[in-house]
């Protein structure tokens, strides 16, 4: 299995507000690309990939929607606005929920009120951490475990403080190249690399 994260700082978790920033400062339509690269390839999709959206501007709690690739149904199509329709959905349904609940949203759509220090916490066991960063290791020198996952963000970079606590979660870090690109790019790098040495 094949797992992404990407953290969206600025990502507001009220799904009307959500819709509203497509294009504006807070950039969310970084993840509906995002997700459209990591799920979708050219008339199929692939069926090993885990994709958790966090999003982080919130009065109470981050939102991190799930998307298990081998369990979506009939998703309606790749496009932008069928995939921020898809996010929305999770967001309208999480409204009200406490702390660290879960609710699923359709077949391999959840959304739970964790944070992301809490999610790779709980991914750390399972997967092996990779962050992308433009300071990393050049991909073609790392050796990928057998169930990877892949941290990024979007326009705004990591914060210090979750720099240390993935540090000890034992995360590696991976540079792509000399460019910096958007999240929804690095993904379909990573998917290459890993494709090309199977
Ligand atoms: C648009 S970038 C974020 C840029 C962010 N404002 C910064 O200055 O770090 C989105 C994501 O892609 C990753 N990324 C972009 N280019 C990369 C590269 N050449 N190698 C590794 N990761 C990269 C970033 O680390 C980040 O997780």
């Known amino acids: 299995m094949r797992a992404f994260v990407v953290r969206a700082r600025a990502a507001p978790v009220d799904s009307q507000q959500f819709v509203a920033s497509i294009g504006q400062e807070a950039h969310t339509e970084i993840l ?6 990591t799920i979708f390839v050219a008339q199929s999709h692939r069926d090993d990939v885990i994709v958790y959206l966090v999003l982080e501007s919130t009065q109470d709690f981050s939102r991190t929607i799930c998307f298990r690739s081998g369990e979506l149904g009939h998703i309606g199509g790749f496009h932008e606005q069928n995939l921020t329709n898809k996010i929305a959905k999770a967001l309208t349904a999480s409204k009200g929920m406490t702390k660290e609940q879960l609710r699923v949203v359709e077949p391999g759509i959840t959304v739970r009120t964790v944070s992301f220090e809490k999610l790779v916490q709980e991914l750390a066991e399972e997967y092996q951490l990779y962050m992308l960063e433009k300071k990393g290791t050049p991909v073609r020198d790392i050796e990928f475990a057998h169930n990877p996952c892949f ?3 979007d326009h705004i970079p990591m914060p210090k403080k979750s720099f240390n606590s993935l540090k000890r979660l034992g995360t590696q870090h991976i ?5 910096m690109l958007f999240a929804s790019q690095c993904v379909v790098l990573i998917h290459n690399e890993l494709d090309i040495r199977l």
């Open 32 to 37: 509906a690309h995002t997700l459209m690269n």
């Open 151 to 153: 941290l990024l963000t």
């Open 175 to 179: 540079n792509l190249g000399p460019k």
